[in-house]
């Protein structure tokens, strides 16, 4: 994370969800804007957690205090137990045409109470490289605002749908060192 | 227009856009933010035109006076020679999950410079009313800001794609008087 | 109400409140996005319905029933006890330049449970009108969904601020018929 | 930039731009979402730009090739001659409030091609730290899209309005290493 971030390894990718470019974000410079990117993976953080979500519902009845929603529920703050901490992008080749694009998601890190989460934004999965990125959350308390574990409906459905994460501590992460 | 608008004949649009909605569609009331709206209706109507000028572009090979843009190209300004001169928009039930939705799009009324169009915004295409509106949208030259007469391949595009429509002036407008 | 909305009376707006103009409000055609004229119509009106409230706090100690937020409350969706039914841009002049506008407000129409709030977004104010608006807001009742009449704090703080609206029924709404 | 990035020294901080925050930047979860912090970034930087390149107009009557815009030039893309490579936030706090924010803006590393900008997020100027960034800027050739050396009133406006910063290579950044 030095600012010469390697490029990431397209071919370990798992998870690819489509995002629909919107003519708004386009900037006057005839591109899609870099805060955009940001909502681009914002979505495929979302995308990532409903699975998880819908793969914790089918495992098991999950319980009230593991903050599973049950199924149809709206949306709402209980539903998105985590806050990002950092946030980065790196541009590698400007969107300039009004197409959809695909997110690749991975988990980088697990630590008992955060997540780095890795983000690349390509053409189609394992494609052109637009951009890629990498957002630290962390599970909060609801009420106090304080960091909290991780639910373990988010953390088991990680591996589950990602494969093994290393703590990072351990040496077992899969972002390069 | 009077603040009672009809609700729309969802049974007579042919063209429903399938909308991604964001996350970051959402405001602090746990719903989608009244102004978003705007943004389907901006996505739909861009849809609408691309459908249009491939439509003209499979036709004949259009002049390049009638600025229907070559396919593969990036977006530009020149591929929306159309400006929004009024906007509308009427709602009837918050959007509360984040989950997909399709905008119908229908043409109410064509005169020489400006086209209405009218949205349906549904959960599926003819399916639950979350808001309905309008959009006047006039052709301008692109140099002078002046309108112009609407392009050949929107003009026969949208009538090929919708069915005939009324000039207002004739009153075989779609449009409830 | 018709599409050939008559031009606001500038002269008769006495709340004008300043809009940041954001570059990430510009988009592709190089002027400020139409949908964004909303965004400034929401800010305008939180402003506005941040100054009844500080007016209704100044004058007396409000009750807990009324919804009248404490001093420096965090936002929440208790603060805004109000929904958008119904929004409307006239688009008159692009704002090309980023620069800092004005959104002057009035107050159309006052019932029971429901406003028509009037914009026009200029350069300065009374100045040169590049668009105006309207919305139609309801008040309703955080639990159920249902409306409800207007707290007592908007309704007084409405008329305290803008002077005396009419009830549209009584024909002394300021909206012209 | 290693996740535990340094806290930035505000007292140094000689540009602070004030950000008006808006109600639309507010989440579902009831505070600024972190995508808007790189909004106000954006912001700050085309402030920050503008000050620049009001100051080589006052200096100096610029040539057409050092690309300074004549004084109240529309906004075009000609006017932002660079497009962000990186960026990167961390946050601190959530603001929960609906009141402006000041960013400061500081120039940790000058290249040939490029710089570093370092942005703080607070109440006011030297308060309470939300949040604090950076993004590489780097410019380019509006034609070829290729890099090129940073116009000169970009370079020394930065210099004469921030003061001296190191090229990083010189190990006189600002940037701690």
Redesign the interface.
């Known amino acids: 994370?030095?600012?010469r971030?390697v490029r990431p390894d397209l071919a370990r990718i798992v998870l690819w969800v489509p995002?629909?470019v919107?003519?708004?974000d386009?900037?006057?410079?005839?591109h899609v804007?870099?805060?955009r990117y940001?909502?681009y993976f914002?979505?495929a953080r979302?995308e990532f957690f409903?699975q998880l979500r819908a793969r914790a519902r089918e495992e098991a009845a999950p319980t009230a205090q593991d903050g599973a929603p049950t199924a149809?529920a709206?949306?709402?703050?209980e539903d998105?137990p985590f806050?990002?901490?950092?946030?980065?992008?790196?541009?590698r080749r400007?969107i300039?045409?009004?197409a959809p694009v695909v997110v690749g998601l991975d988990c980088a890190r697990l630590t008992h109470t955060s997540m780095d989460l890795r983000y690349a934004v390509c053409d189609q999965p394992g494609g052109m490289l637009y951009a890629s990125g990498t957002?630290?959350i962390t599970s909060v308390d609801q009420q106090s605002?304080r960091p909290r574990a991780l639910p373990r409906w988010a953390r088991q459905g990680a591996e589950a749908l990602l494969g093994p994460v290393g703590d990072g501590a351990a040496g077992t992460s899969r972002q390069p060192a």
């Open positions: 994370m030095n600012g971030q995002i629909e919107r003519y708004g386009f900037d006057v410079q005839g804007n870099n805060v940001f909502t914002e979505q979302v409903s149809g709206a949306l709402g703050p998105i806050v990002v901490i950092r946030a980065e992008a790196v541009y400007p300039t045409v009004l957002t630290t605002g």
